[in-house]
């Protein structure tokens, strides 16, 4: 599975990364960890949804609770796939 990573300054598409079906979200965070030096895996959300206009650029405390994936989640188990 092939996805593709926004930047957290302006949502620029930064790289893709390759993973098989069986890694979880956190092997993705890993991942994208890796590619973006600064950013920890820790400080990462991965979500189901692109954010929309009504929550994006309010913060995670308006970011719908059930769109955040939890890091043991199988990437096959996603809507990624």
Same mark, same amino acid.
């Given at each position: ?22 890694? @979880? ?8 960890? +890796?590619?973006?030096? $600064? /950013? =920890?895996?820790?400080?990462? @959300? ?8 009504? +929550?994006?650029?309010? $913060? /995670? =405390? ?20």
């Amino acid at each position: 599975v092939v996805l593709y990573v926004l930047s957290p300054i302006d949502d620029s598409r930064v790289c893709d990364i390759c993973l098989k079906p069986s890694d @979880t979200v956190r092997h993705a965070k890993n991942w994208i960890a +890796t590619r973006m030096p $600064g /950013l =920890r895996p820790d400080r990462i @959300t991965a979500a189901k949804e692109r954010p929309s206009e009504k +929550t994006h650029g309010m $913060g /995670l =405390r308006n970011f719908p609770a059930p769109w955040i994936l939890e890091d043991t989640r199988r990437i096959r188990d996603t809507p990624f796939t």
